[in-house]
């Protein structure tokens, strides 16, 4: 990498940015240098996205100046960013689902404006494709990629269009392991070839695995920027919360026998009409954190949707505190004392138009205090919801303001606050800390805990062994919608784990151990 100050390519100057209530940006001077890989580093909501968003055109600073090579520019909209050399690969992705690859590559190109040689468009993308390790087929309907395919395409994109400055987004949030390490890899050989890449994160690991540098962002202003080198976890976990990380989690009261939730023989289809699940047996104690690993798409958001009553069993029972709630509507398993915490918090957890308060009572505007006869009782309402942002430390610029311009962190908490203060016998948490800083984690594992000592079951399902470890009394593993084995957690071996997620039975497969002496698994 060069440096001094011929090297540096894109330059912001004392970025501001306002919106109401909140200062994203405070003064902010960020640099980039050619060749390099900048990790932006910081806490959900300490303004990274805004600043890169800004960089990117789709937002204008209140103040501040962006020079480009040492030429002042006016980023009005992406496509100015892009004449600029600066491509975003946005954490939701920005693709036609019915079109090729090929098609959202070109869509919305100036050039050419009316005949398309598909077939020399399509050689260009794929030798792109070939140079960094992308491997996109440009001829492929998006709807048929998954998500680490579709995210490569996203970046194919950018490339296309001379984008010779990347920002990724939390690129590893909805990525695989193995699909990170190839991510990795992509951005290396775009390094060794000259481009930028401006890397926004809140993972420690990937910071030191691949930045060159580290700019720390917290409330809204640049903290520091060091190299690599002069970097560690705990002083940029430090930097970024402004305190010190790793307090004293509660301690771990001992399950009870009592059984709370029974899975026996459970069949579901999947979205494409073929077996998700397939002869699922499991059970959870009051007072047991069950684990569910395995690699993304071997049954885990199906398993979750039937305890739900979000998809339909096939064969099979579930049973709720001896009571058999297999197929009941959502709103029955809601009465019967199942909370949930799904993958997706603004799809399905919350509606990300509609305000905290609203957000808030989703699930008990039916019932005392906040019903008042057929109509909403909003003194109450509103005292609900503020009750729930204080004790669970919410950071909300309003209880009127739309859920989605909560930081991920702060809705995530919002949600658990929602679910936890229904006083539910289970709780189905899938993924609920995925894309969340370390603070925010440490923050929801602190909940999840507490909820455990309290006598509740918690099935958690994570593709973070690390979480899994550090929370679960028990692991079960799925491979193509099979139980592969259940582990206490002194049976824990990350070899051995790794095995059963690639299909390989190595435990006791139908998560009972009473015959040996234990509890009824």
Not at 160 to 170: C, P, W
Request: charged share 25%; hydrophobic share 45%; aromatic share 4%.
């Amino acid at each position: 990498m060069l440096s001094g100050d011929a090297a540096c390519v894109v330059e912001m100057r004392d970025v501001t940015k306002r919106f109401p209530g909140v200062l994203a940006n405070d003064r902010i001077t960020f640099r980039v240098h050619a060749g390099e890989v900048h990790a932006l580093l910081g806490e959900n909501g300490a303004g990274k996205s805004t600043l890169m968003n800004i960089l990117a055109g789709l937002y204008r600073p209140d103040a501040g100046e962006i020079l480009v090579k040492g030429r002042r520019v006016q980023l009005g909209s992406p496509r100015h960013a892009i004449a600029a050399g600066i491509g975003m690969v946005h954490q939701h992705f920005r693709l036609v689902q019915t079109f090729t690859v090929a098609q959202n590559i070109t869509l919305g190109m100036p050039q050419p404006r009316f005949v398309l040689n598909m077939r020399a468009i399509e050689d260009e993308i794929a030798r792109l494709s070939s140079t960094y390790g992308l491997r996109v087929d440009p001829r492929a309907k998006i709807w048929q990629l998954s998500v680490g395919e579709q995210q490569r395409v996203e970046i194919v994109k950018m490339l296309y269009r001379g984008a010779n400055i990347l920002i990724l987004d939390e690129p590893t949030a909805v990525l695989t392991p193995q699909e990170a390490r190839d991510l990795f890899a992509t951005l290396n050989r775009m390094k060794q070839a000259g481009r930028s890449i401006i890397f926004i994160t809140h993972k420690l690991d990937e910071v030191m695995e691949v930045a060159d540098r580290v700019t720390v962002l917290r409330d809204g202003r640049a903290i520091t920027t060091l190299d690599r080198k002069d970097a560690t976890p705990k002083l940029l976990a430090n930097l970024m919360v402004g305190r010190e990380i790793g307090g004293t989690m509660p301690g771990k009261k001992e399950a009870c026998s009592e059984c709370v939730l029974r899975i026996s023989g459970v069949s579901a289809l999947g979205d494409r009409g073929t077996l998700a699940l397939r002869g699922v047996s499991l059970e959870v104690a009051a007072g047991e954190v069950l684990g569910i690993a395995g690699v993304a798409g071997n049954g885990q958001r199906e398993l979750a949707e039937v305890i739900t009553g979000l998809r339909r069993v096939q064969e099979g029972c579930i049973m709720l505190r001896g009571a058999d709630i297999t197929n009941r509507t959502p709103l029955e398993v809601i009465r019967c004392g199942v909370g949930h915490i799904p993958e997706d918090r603004l799809g399905t957890g919350m509606v990300p138009n509609l305000s905290v308060v609203d957000n808030v009572i989703l699930k008990s505007y039916r019932s005392r205090p906040v019903a008042k006869g057929p109509f909403i009782h909003a003194r109450a309402a509103r005292e609900r919801a503020a009750d729930l942002v204080q004790r669970f430390q919410v950071k909300a610029a309003g209880l009127d303001r739309p859920i989605r311009l909560l930081s991920g962190g702060n809705s995530q908490k919002l949600l658990l606050a929602r679910e936890i203060s229904a006083n539910p016998s289970l709780l189905v948490a899938v993924h609920p800390t995925r894309g969340l800083d370390i603070g925010a984690t440490e923050a929801i594992h602190r909940m999840l805990i507490e909820q455990r000592n309290r006598g509740v079951a918690i099935l958690l399902i994570s593709e973070d062994l690390e979480e899994l470890a550090a929370l679960a009394d028990r692991v079960a593993v799925l491979f193509a919608g099979r139980v592969m084995g259940v582990l206490r957690r002194d049976e824990w071996d990350i070899e051995r784990i790794g095995l059963m997620m690639a299909g390989s039975a190595t435990a006791d497969t139908t998560g009972c151990s009473a015959d040996k002496g234990d509890r009824v698994s």
